[in-house]
């Protein structure tokens, strides 16, 4: 059972994550963290704010969260994380490009783990934090 083709086929992981306001989100993650964002939503009828944002980065937007906002009211989604793998070269490039603009929070520099991995983490404005990384064995 451990090759099964239904599984095999699996092609994207697409976590939902909240976002207070889905203009800020979009502007941050557009901005300063230079994802592709799509547009702003409004799924929720009658209601004045955008409530849903997709962004992505990557070939073929292989890095894609979507964003939701919920009404007042209901109950908020609980901040959440993200791992995202880089090469080599894609990963020290950007942790300079966002250190020298300046846009964004840092939880932790950049550095080497004992377990193997190069990486650094910032967080949005709504809490959700995201860890850049790539292996220290990857030439």
Same mark, same amino acid.
């Given at each position: 059972?451990?090759?099964?083709?239904?599984?095999?086929?699996?092609?994207?992981?697409?976590?939902?994550?909240?976002?207070?306001?889905?203009?800020?989100?979009?502007?941050?993650?557009?901005?300063?963290?230079?994802?592709?964002?799509?547009?702003? @939503?409004? %799924? !929720? *009828?009658?209601?004045?704010?955008?409530?849903?944002?997709?962004?992505?980065?990557? =070939?073929?937007?292989?890095?894609?969260?979507?964003?939701?906002?919920?009404?007042?009211?209901?109950?908020?989604?609980?901040?959440?994380?993200?791992?995202?793998?880089?090469?080599?070269?894609?990963?020290?490039?950007?942790? @300079?490009? %966002? !250190? *020298?603009?300046?846009?964004?929070?840092?939880?932790?520099?950049?550095?080497?783990? =004992?377990?193997?991995?190069?990486?650094?983490?910032?967080?949005?404005?709504?809490?959700?934090?995201?860890?850049?990384?790539?292996?220290?064995?990857?030439?």
């Amino acid at each position: 059972m451990a090759d099964c083709k239904a599984t095999q086929s699996a092609r994207k992981l697409i976590p939902h994550w909240p976002s207070k306001s889905i203009l800020d989100t979009m502007q941050f993650y557009r901005d300063a963290l230079h994802f592709k964002v799509g547009e702003a @939503q409004y %799924l !929720r *009828e009658g209601y004045e704010h955008p409530t849903f944002l997709s962004v992505c980065m990557g =070939p073929y937007c292989a890095i894609n969260i979507y964003f939701f906002r919920r009404p007042e009211g209901e109950a908020p989604l609980a901040p959440c994380r993200a791992m995202i793998a880089m090469s080599t070269e894609g990963l020290e490039e950007y942790y @300079q490009m %966002l !250190r *020298e603009e300046g846009k964004v929070k840092f939880v932790e520099d950049i550095e080497d783990k =004992p377990w193997g991995y190069r990486q650094f983490e910032i967080e949005d404005g709504d809490g959700n934090a995201i860890q850049f990384f790539r292996f220290l064995d990857d030439k």
